[in-house]
T-cell receptor
Framework: DTGVSQNPRHKITKRGQNVTFRCDPI?????LYWYRQTLGQGPEFLTY????????KSRLLSDRFSAERPKGSFSTLEIQRTEQGDSAMYLC?????????????FGPGTRLTVT | AQSVSQHNHHVILSEAASLELGCNYS??????LFWYVQYPGQHLQLLLK??????LVKGIKGFEAEFIKSKFSFNLRKPSVQWSDTAEYFCAVNARGSGYSTLTFGKGTMLLVSP
């Protein structure tokens, strides 16, 4: 399967613990996005990388959240001191630059449950 | 900032009925428009997109959408739905010329097609 992959698919953690998610984009894609989706809502943008540079972060991304894409390939999203409000599906998407527009391909997501 | 409104949160249809899902966006500039679909247990998949040119775009599985600039709308249509079209449908927009392609999604419409 050459699509976007995310690990783990499910994560249950206790409040206050740190969690880290991984995203492997489609190999030739230079852009990588993280979104968060809660029940009854569409995905909401969190942050965006072009190659290894993090170019944009949403105001939704508190100081407890950090994302990296060290070699311009896979990316990690870490949440420190998790809170129950962090429970959501975390989606990763990747794309390749095509001028003014590109198509984002989404992974299956990591479902986080904070107890 | 852009926003997206999807008119119906839930739609129930019988097989062979016609489908139209409404989507309106709010943004003062030029946009790219997308419909994504999420089948039960699967990840988000691109159904169709509009970047420029003919405002009537055709996607996969017999879906089409029409961009009406004056109405800021991008409604999704299918003449005859099938049970396999049961899924959640998301309209999304990004701003052209913004330098990157962050998507803003609507809240989604859950479509249930009864056999």
């Amino acid at each position: 399967d050459t699509g976007v992959s995310q690990n783990p698919r499910h994560k249950i953690t206790k409040r206050g613990q740190n969690v880290t998610f991984r995203c492997d984009p489609i190999s030739e894609h230079n852009r990588l996005y993280w979104y968060r989706q809660t029940l009854g809502q569409g995905p909401e943008f969190l942050t965006y990388f072009q190659n290894e540079a993090q170019l944009e972060k949403s105001r939704l991304l508190s100081d407890r959240f950090s994302a990296e894409r060290p070699k311009g390939s896979f990316s990690t999203l870490e949440i420190q001191r998790t809170e129950q409000g962090d429970s959501a599906m975390y989606l990763c998407a990747s794309s390749i630059t095509l001028g003014e527009a590109d198509e984002q391909y989404f992974g299956p997501g990591t479902r986080l449950t904070v107890t | 900032a852009q926003s997206v409104s999807q008119h119906n949160h839930h739609v129930i249809l019988s097989e062979a009925a016609s489908l139209e899902l409404g989507c309106n966006y709010s943004y003062g500039g030029t946009v790219n428009l997308f419909w994504y679909v999420q089948y039960p247990g699967q990840h988000l998949q691109l159904l169709l997109k509009y970047f420029s040119g003919d405002p009537l775009v055709k996607g996969i599985k017999g879906f089409e959408a029409e961009f009406i600039k004056s109405k800021f709308s991008f409604n999704l249509r299918k003449p005859s739905v099938q049970w396999s079209d049961t899924a959640e449908y998301f309209c999304a927009v990004n701003a052209r010329g913004s330098g990157y392609s962050t998507l803003t999604f609507g809240k989604g419409t859950m479509l249930l097609v009864s056999p």
